[in-house]
């Protein structure tokens, strides 16, 4: 089974984990769990490529800033407010099961420590690192770099998608990093791990 020695030690950090061979399985599994209720997204290109925010919003409430329509920052408020969470995992150890996020805004990585009945991170393959230091290493050089030019953010690191340049511009993507050793108290978490690669 893929994933097999992961889910083992995401188990024993806590958290419940689910394992599909793709996407598609992955999506009907949470369009099946996640029914009737209000659901914040934190921006993901993981979620994007499943289709979640819009098959999620045909049977839920659903809040998506870029995708709901209103401000951003109002929709991010009820977002967090939400009763169920979605978010992808930046990176994870597979040695220790840390889970690590790096956020610029902060909505993402506050939604993965408190104010929600059930959390769900999404995970291609791809977002899977051997350990800590080459998980931090993805999150600086891949997932801020690449994201950084998705969204037009005057960073170096945007003009090539290329590496961090531990930059101090305004517009600088990455300005906080959660890393989840455990499952966070107060909250249901699980962590649905895809075997395809998906997002950044
Ligand atoms: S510190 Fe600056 S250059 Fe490095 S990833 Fe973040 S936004 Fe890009």
């Given at each position: 089974?893929?994933?097999?020695?992961?889910?083992?030690?995401?188990?024993?950090?806590?958290?419940?984990v689910?394992?599909?061979?793709?996407?598609?399985?992955?999506?009907?599994?949470?369009?099946?769990?996640?029914?009737?209720?209000?659901?914040?997204?934190?921006?993901?290109?993981?979620?994007?490529?499943?289709?979640?925010?819009?098959?999620?919003?045909?049977?839920?409430?659903?809040?998506?800033?870029?995708?709901?329509?209103?401000?951003?920052?109002?929709?991010?408020?009820?977002?967090?407010?939400?009763?169920?969470?979605?978010?992808?995992?930046?990176?994870?150890?597979?040695?220790?099961?840390?889970?690590?996020?790096?956020?610029?805004?902060?909505?993402?990585?506050?939604?993965?420590l408190?104010?929600?009945?059930?959390?769900?991170?999404?995970?291609?393959?791809?977002?899977?690192?051997?350990?800590?230091?080459?998980?931090?290493?993805?999150?600086?050089?891949?997932?801020?770099?690449?994201?950084?030019?998705?969204?037009?953010r005057n960073?170096?690191?945007?003009?090539?998608?290329?590496?961090?340049?531990?930059?101090?511009?305004?517009?600088?993507?990455?300005?906080?990093?959660?890393?989840?050793?455990?499952?966070?108290?107060?909250?249901?978490?699980?962590?649905?791990?895809?075997?395809?690669?998906?997002?950044?």
């Amino acid at each position: 089974m893929a994933f097999e020695k992961l889910k083992e030690t995401l188990e024993k950090n806590g958290f419940a984990v689910s394992v599909f061979a793709d996407g598609r399985a992955a999506a009907a599994y949470l369009n099946r769990e996640i029914d009737g209720v209000t659901v914040g997204c934190g921006g993901s290109m993981t979620l994007t490529e499943l289709g979640l925010q819009e098959s999620l919003a045909a049977h839920n409430t659903l809040y998506a800033h870029g995708i709901t329509p209103g401000a951003p920052e109002e929709v991010m408020a009820k977002a967090a407010a939400a009763e169920v969470y979605l978010l992808s995992a930046n990176a994870i150890a597979e040695d220790t099961g840390e889970i690590l996020n790096i956020d610029g805004t902060g909505n993402r990585i506050s939604s993965l420590l408190f104010g929600h009945r059930k959390v769900y991170l999404v995970a291609g393959k791809n977002k899977v690192s051997p350990d800590y230091d080459s998980a931090l290493w993805r999150l600086r050089n891949v997932v801020a770099p690449r994201n950084a030019r998705r969204l037009g953010r005057n960073t170096p690191c945007a003009a090539k998608a290329d590496r961090c340049y531990n930059c101090s511009s305004p517009d600088r993507i990455c300005k906080g990093l959660v890393v989840l050793y455990q499952k966070m108290r107060s909250m249901d978490m699980e962590v649905v791990l895809i075997d395809q690669e998906l997002g950044y």
